[in-house]
């Protein structure tokens, strides 16, 4: 049995922890017009010989920790869906690389800096929101949760640093098409170190979803 089931049958010694384990707050990380900046995952009491959980490789931590923008577009696009038109955003949710796009006006140069600050923000809100859903599993006792983090940690690093092959010598260009695969690396970095985190704590019996200390 594992540490995360036994979590769920101790209920009597967690029934406190398990009353405050989600409040949904969305946007959590905004504070002041600032924003958190989490440190690589920690393994509290873990193997990383015998942990289930990937091994974070420094590359992607340090995208997953760059700081966020904190203008006033991130701000509006993290906060909520219907603040700014994101019709035209899905597309660059796609695996990069991107059809090259010019921007050479000081105008294109300054939709391009918003577009990468709305995407920012978006994908801040997207991140919470399914932080939420697994929280709702969590208290529902779902067990194969901590199976599909895994599952989607190992799929996705994949998928991070086949991407960070092909781009990462034009991801410093200033051109749209560079940017926004600059911005791909980060924010799909940061669900990555998210997911992880949540995975760690599970793992360990923990409960990655108590907002009660925020």
């Not at 979590?7 to 967690?14: A, G, V």
């Not at 260009?173 to 911005?183: D, L, P, Y």
Request: net charge neutral.
């Amino acid at each position: 049995m594992t540490n995360f089931e036994v979590y769920f049958r101790d209920k009597e010694l967690r029934s406190e922890q398990n009353r405050r384990a989600y409040r949904k707050r969305v946007g959590r990380h905004l504070r002041k017009g600032t924003v958190h900046q989490s440190p690589p995952p920690t393994r509290r009491g873990l193997d990383p010989h015998t942990s289930s959980v990937p091994v974070l490789p420094p590359a992607l931590i340090t995208h997953a920790t760059m700081r966020l923008p904190t203008s006033a577009m991130f701000l509006e696009a993290a906060q909520s869906a219907d603040a700014l038109d994101e019709s035209e955003l899905p597309s660059w949710e796609e695996d990069p690389p991107y059809n090259a796009e010019s921007d050479s006006t000081p105008e294109e140069e300054r939709f391009t800096r918003n577009l990468v600050d709305v995407m920012l923000g978006r994908r801040s809100r997207l991140s919470d929101e399914m932080k939420a859903e697994r929280a709702k599993r969590f208290e529902k006792r779902d067990l194969d949760l901590f199976t599909e983090l895994v599952h989607s940690i190992k799929e996705r690093m994949v998928r991070w640093f086949t991407v960070y092959d092909i781009v990462q010598a034009s991801v410093e260009s200033s051109r749209r098409h560079n940017r926004m695969a600059a911005c791909w690396l980060h924010w799909q970095a940061r669900d990555i170190h998210r997911i992880t985190e949540e995975a760690l704590e599970l793992e360990i019996g923990g409960n990655p979803y108590d907002n009660s200390a925020l």
